[in-house]
């Protein structure tokens, strides 16, 4: 069963045990970014992010907050050069996972909360900004607990090349789980958040040097195996 005539040899290459099993692995806490999606002055979504920062600080991470304010539009007449959108930028390359918060909003997540997936690119030059980071998903709701937000949210983590944990949040009636303090209460929702938040936090480490070997493609060396091969070709002419 070893006949495989349609495979590049060049291109092809068996599994490297000592790459995946035991790179040289990083010493810095792991680097999480939070993004929200509600402007509002008491904004649920951005409450339950900050809770959850806290736990990833105690659990050893280094964390930063993408704050989303006089973020444009999309295609509103400004390029990657706007200040809010390179800052957005800077804080993803920086990043080795995320954590993505949103409210949910007519059944979905809001509209902020996608303009800003929607400025991180998929590729910028040679570099895919999102490829192989960690991501975990959060939603807070009005009433009843759905799971409209983190549904969408995880399928764009998965367009987004990203290695999206399988726990997820969704905190029902946000309203009530705070008090006046702006503080989370303790409940089986809090306790989800810091699930979420370890799992995140393990994924992170187990995964963040081993990106490279991880995201390393058959198909991708073998475009650039046939380029190479071009541009030989193309000098011998």
């Known amino acids: 069963m070893t006949d495989t005539p349609q495979l590049q040899e060049r291109a092809f ?18 680097r999480i970014l939070m993004l929200y999606g509600s402007l509002r002055a008491r904004s649920f979504s951005r409450l339950c992010a900050e809770e959850a920062a806290r736990i990833l600080t105690r659990l050893g991470a280094e964390v930063r907050f993408f704050h989303p304010s006089g973020l444009p539009l999309v295609d509103d007449g400004v390029d990657a050069s706007h200040p809010k959108v390179r800052e957005l930028r800077d804080l993803c390359a920086w990043s080795e996972g995320m954590v993505w918060s949103s409210p949910e909003r007519h059944g979905a997540m809001t509209g902020l909360m996608k303009t800003q997936i929607d400025w991180i690119p998929l590729s910028d030059g040679a570099v895919r900004p999102t490829q192989g980071k960690t991501l ?21 983590g998965r367009w987004m090349r990203m290695l999206t944990i399988p726990n997820q949040s969704s905190v029902a009636k946000a309203f ?20 979420v938040m370890e799992e995140l936090v393990k994924f992170t480490l187990l995964t963040r040097d081993r990106v490279e070997y991880l995201v390393d493609r058959y198909s991708e060396r073998k475009e650039s195996a046939a380029e190479l091969s071009a541009r030989v070709n193309q000098s011998s002419i």
Request: glycine content about 4%; overall charge negative.
């Open 136 to 156: 975990a998903v959060m939603q807070v709701s009005g009433g009843s607990q759905s799971f409209n937000a983190v549904n969408q949210m995880r399928l764009l």
């Open 176 to 195: 009530l789980e705070f008090d006046e303090a702006d503080r989370m209460k303790p409940s089986a929702y809090y306790d989800r958040v810091a699930d």
């Open 13 to 30: 290459a068996p599994i490297d045990t000592d790459r995946l099993l035991a790179p040289a692995l990083s010493d810095h806490p792991p």
